[in-house]
């Protein structure tokens, strides 16, 4: 099993999205990339602890590759949003690809590059691309947050 982690505005829908994907075994809804040991969502929205809300994703490379992911990644939601996705707004809510490998990483700007040349979105993508650091576990109430609602999606 590896892991990979995505930010791409708030978390329940990123969540959602990826534990539907065969292969994913796992998916955990939390913080990454701050200043402060593990904030509580009180915290993050404050935008003055530096986390971003991303999805921890599990997932079995023999059954589906970090490209694959990154593909699903870069179309759930708009990577061009400079801390924003939606109506919500704040450097929480930032696109950010968290690497655990060199070989994320390359794949990571590599996927930039082709969709920047592909001319896919008509403004520049704006997704960080940093290595990963602490995963802070959200409160168990974020936790499958739309599944536990019986809501199908959160996006626009």
């Given amino acids: ?12 829908g990123v969540d959602l999205t990826f534990s539907q994907l065969p292969g994913v075994t796992e998916t955990a809804s939390g913080y990454e990339g ?3 040991d593990n904030p509580s969502y009180q915290d ?13 994703v599990t997932f079995d490379p023999a059954k589906i590759t970090y490209q694959q992911l990154l593909d699903q990644f870069f179309s ?7 801390n924003r996705q939606g109506p919500d707004w ?3 809510y930032r696109s950010v690809v968290f690497y655990h ?14 969709l920047t040349a592909e001319r896919r979105f008509a403004k520049p993508i ?3 691309v940093v290595p990963a650091s602490t ?11 739309l599944e536990k609602r019986g809501v199908a999606s959160c996006h626009i």
């Fill in 1 to 12: 099993m590896e892991k990979a982690t995505f930010g791409g505005g708030c978390f329940w």
């Fill in 34 to 36: 701050g200043k402060v």
């Fill in 44 to 56: 993050v929205c404050t935008d003055q602890t530096g986390h971003a809300e991303v999805v921890e």
């Fill in 76 to 82: 759930l939601h708009d990577p061009t949003q400079l």
């Fill in 90 to 92: 704040g450097a929480q």
């Fill in 101 to 114: 490998s060199p070989e994320q990483k390359a794949a990571a700007e590599a996927t930039i590059a082709r």
């Fill in 126 to 128: 704006v997704t960080q």
């Fill in 135 to 145: 995963f802070w576990r959200a409160e168990e109430y974020h936790q499958k947050y």
